[in-house]
């Protein structure tokens, strides 16, 4: 609804012309109690289904065989689906592979040759070449699609939560994200290729089975099937579990990440899809990649981007143990300063996020493109600088080994070259600081997890200190960006100086460093993003380690509770920064204080059953709202109405706040049809009004209440409540008889859909389903619409294409039910209902969100 009320501000005046982003750093920027408020500018997608008569055709033709066949189209699309973010991990990770492999061939041989000619700062001018030019083609692509910016699991995040993210899954945005992430990676920047790979996914998911493209017109074939949010919202989920199970191989993960971290609604029958998407796009991705590495097409080796490897213990230690019951101690004690390094993560990129929105995003984009080189420049000249001044030069041993066979496994992240950097030092000698940083993450983070005695404290705890501040200050800027493998490699390095520390001053020689390392990457990631269950499971089965299970759950859950008692999650918080109204899991028990009479909107704008072409058009000029209640006048009630009878007006408070705004809305509607297209059809229609003699008006309205063809008694088609009524007849009571929806609205008027006076309602055209949803999900706006040819007077029956039976609640309903009710059926709109089929508001996800609820409860602490 278009008003401001309880602290929310509502997008109007000059901001409407605004782009979202502007509004958010010019407009929404207000906060209370450090929160931004949410935005009303995000529109809600339509998950409920509306059963109208279009959709009960089709059920009506549907036997088994068609369902069957149906569902048949739905498996293979998933597959598909699944077989194509796996194309698109196996193209991300190649040119990844390719342009690190140059860059470093280059610099390599660079460090090397000028080590003994002195000549070092020509190497930094090459690695800075490189870096640059990545990161420039990365901030490029984002200038293009600007919410291909980031890891997109917040926006997917959102997406799957009911709100609708303009641009979020579109083609252009999957393009920009594969190439930039690629280009991100390449470019030196501590971030990583796998969070944005469930961003791709999920674009995937959402344009395969629409078999069409806004980006590329001429791709459209005529499948009008699953044209509608709801199956959208599915294929959504499962391309968003595959581009995890993609990354990490982990389909159950994937599958698990989708239900606990995405979607909001969930199903039984889509549980079963989602993990065969997840399988599909594992397998794609590991077919391709073992084939082009090994070259052995078929020996499945590489099941995701990102694999840690075989943890085991040498042979020749017989005392080792992958973990003992004495280590879940430490464990417990690293997931709390896991939860505490997280926290601290978050609140200094929630800060810094803050900044970019005030300082650098209302300027010219240029400077979001000069923010990101600067990231680049200062990250290569710390990676350099460290490398050459703060590394130590180690003896190659045998400990590099340690009897441990993991290090073969080497192999499996396809280094560069040799994942032993010689930097800076001399021969025989290794550099254990350039090691870590000149390396791959991937690679980096296999050296944490499985080679013995080859980092000392010292460079580990400077390296976690440098990859820790600059993967914040990264995380955030314009290009494509993961969290998930900077996490990994700084909690990676957190439980390996552990490990030393443990080894060295209290004397636990047989503990297991990787193991150690696993645990530190799984405290800190888990106190950055708060996951738990789907987190544990990804971990697990990046591993193929199950007895991990138990450590890394409980890692897990004492970094998210940890980091709770301080702030939320990386992702919710970049949400909150965005002003998403997010729907939570449930609602504060407080919040049954409250009842839906106290949240809904009381102030509506409806339609009749029969309503003329020239009231609809001026409801939709003059109002932005989505769906509109379909009601009748109940004049029955009106004597004992106004009598104050308990049963009928137990919401008499709301009908009297809306006297003037439905006085009002008729004057909105009366100045909008001077805009009427058609001059000389609003003259006829102006004419007729006022040579209408009232006995002739009586006549006729006699005429249409005593139509036995009208489903629904009504007023005279374009009869609205005016200033000239009674006290009477402005409290007449609405009946609700459904709800109709403005696109659907539009594409009525857009293909005529209407009958005149003199015929009957049933001489009005009727539309299919297909043809109502044929051109989802860019309904053509009313302002655009060509209505010239259109007579104003012309009536159009909306009762075919109304939902006759949506989900209502009561005045008195408390709000926990109507939040669990919006939330777990995912609705975009609610209407509250009295007893009597009186409707007396309607509520939306603005009118459900933590901020909105807060301020009503404060406002009933005030009324008692």
């Not at 920047?189 to 790979?197: A, D, H, Q, T, W």
């Not at 000249?381 to 340690?402: D, K, N």
């Not at 992702?571 to 002003?579: E, F, Q």
């Not at 009869?719 to 696109?743: A, D, K």
């Amino acid at each position: 609804m278009a008003r401001c009320g309880a602290g929310l501000c509502c997008c109007c005046g000059e901001r409407e012309s605004r782009t979202p982003e502007e509004l958010t750093i010019l407009g929404e920027t207000r906060e209370e109690e450090d929160e931004i408020l949410p935005r009303k500018d995000y529109e809600s997608l339509d998950y409920d289904r509306c059963i109208n008569d279009p959709y009960l055709e089709i059920l009506e033709s549907m036997d088994n065989k068609k369902a069957q066949r149906y569902e048949a189209v739905k498996w293979m699309l998933v597959f598909a689906i699944g077989v194509c973010t796996g194309l698109v991990g196996l193209f991300v990770d190649f040119f990844v592979r390719l342009f690190t492999q140059i860059k470093f061939q280059v610099v390599q041989s660079s460090v090397e040759e000028c080590t003994e000619k002195g000549c070092l700062a020509l190497s930094l001018l090459e690695l800075l070449g490189f870096n640059l030019t990545f990161v420039f083609l990365a901030s490029l692509l984002v200038l293009i699609q600007p919410v291909a910016a980031g890891s997109g699991i917040p926006e997917i995040k959102c997406y799957l939560n009911g709100v609708k993210v303009p641009g979020v899954v579109r083609l252009r945005t999957v393009v920009c994200k594969a190439m930039g992430v690629l280009f991100s990676v390449a470019g030196g920047l501590f971030v990583g290729k796998e969070g944005p790979m469930i961003h791709s996914g999920a674009v995937v998911g959402a344009g395969l089975p629409q078999f069409q493209s806004i980006s590329l017109r001429k791709i459209q074939f005529n499948f009008p099937y699953f044209r509608s949010d709801r199956d959208k919202r599915d294929f959504v989920s499962a391309g968003a579990a595959a581009g995890v199970a993609a990354a990490f191989g982990a389909p159950i993960g994937g599958t698990l990440f989708s239900l606990e971290e995405g979607s909001s609604f969930w199903n039984q029958g889509l549980t079963w899809k989602v993990l065969f998407c997840s399988m599909a796009a594992t397998f794609t991705l590991n077919f391709f990649r073992s084939g082009i590495q090994f070259g052995s097409w078929g020996s499945f080796q590489l099941p995701g981007l990102l694999n840690f490897g075989e943890f085991k213990c040498s042979e020749s230690d017989k005392k080792c143990h992958l973990w003992t019951a004495v280590d879940l101690g430490f464990f417990i004690l690293m997931g709390i300063v896991g939860g505490l390094l997280g926290a601290t993560f978050n609140c200094l990129n929630k800060r810094l996020a803050k900044y970019r929105m005030r300082n650098v995003h209302p300027k010219p984009k240029l400077v979001r493109v000069l923010e990101s080189l600067l990231v680049s420049l200062t990250t290569t000249v710390v990676v350099f600088v460290a490398s050459m001044v703060l590394g130590e030069c180690r003896q190659m041993s045998s400990s590099r080994h340690s009897g441990n066979d993991t290090l073969s496994l080497q192999d499996i992240s396809e280094d560069v070259n040799s994942s032993i950097k010689t930097f800076f030092c001399p021969n025989e000698t290794y550099n254990d600081m350039a090691t870590l940083f000149f390396n791959p993450q991937e690679s980096a983070i296999l050296q944490l997890f499985h080679q013995d005695g080859t980092f000392s404290p010292v460079t580990l705890s400077l390296f976690f200190l440098l990859y820790f501040l600059l993967s914040c200050w990264t995380y955030g800027i314009s290009v494509p960006s993961g969290l998930f493998v900077p996490s990994l490699l700084c909690g990676a390095a957190f439980g390996r100086l552990v490990a030393n520390l443990l080894k060295s001053y209290i004397g636990l020689d047989h503990i297991y460093s990787g193991t150690f390392a696993l645990i530190g990457a799984a405290a800190f990631l888990g106190g950055v993003v708060r996951m738990t269950i789907s987190l544990t499971v990804i971990l697990i089965e990046s591993t193929n380690e199950i007895t991990y299970g138990l450590p890394i759950m409980i890692t897990l859950m004492v970094a998210k509770w940890t980091g709770d008692f301080f702030n939320k999650g990386i992702y919710d918080i970049h949400v909150n920064l965005r002003g998403v109204p997010l729907l939570e899991w449930e609602t504060g028990v407080e919040m049954d204080k409250l009842r839906a009479s106290d949240i809904m909107e009381p102030n509506l704008t409806y339609v009749y059953p029969h309503t003329r072409i020239q009231s609809l058009v001026s409801i939709l000029r003059t109002t932005v709202h989505h769906a509109f209640p379909v009601v009748t006048e109940n004049r029955g009630n009106e004597r004992e109405f106004m009598k104050g009878n308990q049963l009928i007006s137990n919401n008499i408070k709301f009908k009297k706040s809306s006297i003037l705004t439905r006085a009002g809305e008729q004057r909105k509607r009366s100045q909008s049809m001077k805009s009427y297209p058609s001059s000389e059809l609003r003259n006829m229609c102006d004419e007729h009004i006022a040579t209408e003699e009232p006995p002739e008006k009586e006549d006729l309205l006699q005429q249409m209440l005593e139509r036995r063809y009208t489903p629904y008694p009504n007023l005279y088609p374009d009869q609205s409540p005016s200033e000239e009524w009674t006290m009477e007849e402005r409290f007449r009571p609405l009946t609700f008889h459904g709800l109709i929806l403005r696109s659907q609205l539009v594409t009525l008027l857009d293909r005529g859909v209407c009958y005149s006076e003199s015929q009957s309602s049933a001489s009005q055209p009727r539309l299919s389903h297909a043809e109502m949803s044929e051109d989802y999900p860019r309904y053509p706006d009313i302002h655009d619409l060509d209505l010239t040819l259109l007579n104003p007077r012309m009536i159009v029956d909306v009762t075919p294409y109304m939902n006759p039976s949506p989900f209502t609640v009561s005045p008195n309903t408390h709000v926990s039910q109507v939040f669990n009710l919006f939330r777990t059926m995912g609705l975009r709109h609610l209407p509250v209902v009295n007893a009597v089929g009186e409707v007396v508001g309607i509520i939306t996800r603005h009118n459900l969100t933590h901020e909105f609820l807060q301020a009503r409860l404060r406002q009933h602490y005030q009324t008692i």
